[in-house]
């Protein structure tokens, strides 16, 4: 408990439906196990996502708005086996990756002034009050429109708030991307070669290992976070996670990293916990 006796709360912020699994699923776990609230807001409806049978956006077939309600039913299931405490949607559209027709589409995330998606996030931060906020970096990870405005909205509306949380973004060490190539042609052995380009862009993914703050041992909780990706069963070809199996995926798999951003506590890093200084 915090020093009023109100519990502990960490506010997670995603682009997607499945995004919270994949970058946060064991810390969401983790501190759920161990009493903290723990609140994921998801910023779109995910329509650009694969429908039934692995139909692409734009195939005949693919419809958005039953790829969205799906997702929404795989949302809950991946929230259930997690055990998150509270889901906020915001309900904006889907922008695809960068540079498709949809990123202009009426609606879309990537469309939405940040001011006015920060004044509804900030009056969810001020509900829930969140201890410790974790989003994206300023490339969004990955360079994801969606995941861009998310980091954008989340900062601003960590302003807006007047709350002072530690703000994380996710990050991953360079030194495992370096591996990650050899990964996927493990279990994907028919996957072609990256381009130059492409090597040279995972090449800056994620942040020079001397320079992560925050190493969250997540070991414990590797099969919920596996079954909470396993639950968005419709985005199968794009979790290329779920080809290792519960062990290869635990022993990969089992610590998520963060850039601590905004403190208050002065709690030394690197750290382990991203509630130091707060227990």
């Not at 699994?21 to 196990?33: E, H, N, Q």
């Not at 949380?165 to 990964?183: D, L």
């Not at 089992?254 to 509630?275: K, N, Q, S």
Request: glycine letters at 10%; hydrophobic letters at 40%.
């Amino acid at each position: 408990m915090t020093g009023n006796d109100r519990a502990l709360t960490l506010m997670a912020v995603h682009a997607h439906p499945d995004d919270e699994a994949t970058g946060t699923g064991g810390v969401l776990a983790k501190y759920a196990a161990e009493g903290i609230r723990t609140v994921l807001v998801t910023c779109t409806d995910g329509r650009c996502g694969d429908g039934p049978g692995g139909v692409k956006p734009g195939d005949e077939g693919h419809d958005p708005a039953a790829v969205a309600a799906m997702r929404r039913e795989e949302l809950d299931a991946s929230r259930e086996v997690l055990k998150i405490s509270d889901l906020e949607l915001l309900g904006y559209g889907d922008s695809g990756m960068m540079g498709w027709a949809s990123n202009e589409a009426p609606g879309a995330f990537w469309q939405t002034p940040v001011d006015e998606a920060a004044a509804r996030l900030a009056e969810l931060m001020r509900h829930y009050r969140p201890d410790v906020v974790v989003t994206y970096d300023e490339n969004g990870f990955y360079g994801h429109p969606d995941h861009i405005q998310a980091h954008r909205v989340t900062m601003a509306a960590v302003e807006l708030s007047g709350l002072t949380p530690k703000v994380y973004w996710t990050t991953t060490p360079r030194s495992a991307m370096r591996h990650f190539g050899e990964t996927m042609r493990e279990f994907a052995p028919d996957m072609p070669e990256p381009d130059p380009e492409e090597l040279a862009a995972m090449a800056e993914i994620g942040l020079p290992d001397e320079e992560i703050t925050t190493w969250v041992d997540v070991t414990g909780f590797s099969d919920q976070k596996f079954d909470a990706l396993a639950a968005h069963a419709s985005q199968g070809d794009n979790i290329f996670f779920l080809r290792m199996g519960k062990e290869r995926f635990g022993e990969l798999m089992g610590t998520e990293t963060f850039l601590r951003v905004r403190d208050t506590t002065d709690a030394d890093v690197p750290e382990d916990d991203l509630f130091a200084g707060l227990r």
